[in-house]
């Protein structure tokens, strides 16, 4: 069965260097430049990816990032990048005042307080010509 190019994530080059990945079952783009490379508590990692014009993925968009985390992890490793385990979600799937959701590449989710540092990673709209 041949497989469906269309939904699979891709590698995104430039200047033949890998430096981030299409997801277009969710229509977006992950950049691996943007995801910060120091642990920030909730509120940060929100106003980080407003800083680069993005946003956090919601929990929706982190699961289905999830169902092809294999595809993402493969093509960052072809960048040198390596992802860590968990990863805060938007304001849309917040939980509560003091805690809000991040999810595991074990495809685990859970919510946990806004002021425990974990990585951000921000979600570029995907351009329809990339």
Do not use: C
Not at 37 to 42: D, P, S, V
Request: glycine share 6%; charged share 25%.
């Amino acid at each position: 069965m041949e497989e469906n190019t269309k939904i699979v994530p891709s590698a995104i080059e430039k200047d033949g260097k890998v430096i981030g990945v299409r997801i277009p079952v969710i229509n977006k783009a992950l950049y691996f430049g943007e995801i910060s490379e120091k642990e920030m508590e909730w509120r940060d990692a929100m106003a980080h990816a407003e800083r680069l014009g993005r946003k956090l993925p919601t929990l929706k968009e982190a699961h289905l990032m999830l169902y092809f985390i294999d595809e993402i992890k493969e093509i960052a490793q072809q960048a040198g990048f390596d992802f860590r385990l968990w990863w805060w979600t938007s304001t849309e799937s917040q939980y509560s005042a003091t805690n809000a959701w991040l999810v595991a590449f074990d495809g685990g989710a859970g919510y946990n307080y806004k002021y425990f540092e974990l990585p951000a990673v921000p979600l570029a709209d995907l351009d329809p010509d990339a």
